[in-house]
């Protein structure tokens, strides 16, 4: 019994198929799956700039470090995680003292994590926050 190699359709159809099972696969998680490896809070103290960059009764939404910032009252500043509680999409804008997440329709409070619309039921996790020079450094021994 003579083994032959597999001809070019063979490997072009195989090709293509396992092709196709990729993109299905990266369709089906989404952005709504979140990167569950990459933590919800700081594992580190994160220097977020300057303190004034949070305006007094609004909020700031700090996306590449994946938390959000408000003050309510002058000096009273509260972080907590960007990541939706929901799939672990991270948070796409603030309006005032509210931050929401496009891809489901989640709302969170700036001042408490606490969800004002889901499909969220769980408040954002809080992290910790203090004021350092004239600048914001969140996470552990904040």
């Known amino acids: 019994m003579s083994t032959q190699p597999p001809g070019r359709r063979t490997v072009l159809c195989g090709t293509a198929l396992a092709g196709a099972a990729g993109i299905g696969l990266t369709a089906c998680s989404g952005p709504g799956s979140g990167d569950r490896r990459s933590p919800?809070?700081?594992t580190a103290p994160l220097d977020l700039g300057a303190?004034?960059?949070v305006p007094v009764g609004a909020s700031r939404l700090y996306r590449d470090q994946k938390l959000v910032v408000s003050q309510s009252e002058e000096g009273r500043f509260k972080a907590f995680s960007a990541v939706c509680t929901h799939a672990g999409c991270v948070l796409t804008s603030v309006d005032e003292l509210e931050?929401?997440?496009?891809?489901h329709g989640s709302r969170f409070d700036t001042t408490s994590g606490e969800?004002?619309?889901g499909p969220a039921n769980e408040p954002l996790?809080?992290?910790p926050i203090r004021v350092a020079g004239g600048r914001l450094v969140a996470g552990p021994g904040s």
Not at 99 to 103: I, L
């Open 40 to 42: 919800a809070v700081p």
């Open 51 to 53: 303190a004034d960059a």
């Open 99 to 103: 931050a929401d997440c496009t891809c």
């Open 115 to 117: 969800v004002l619309a």
């Open 125 to 127: 996790p809080e992290v």
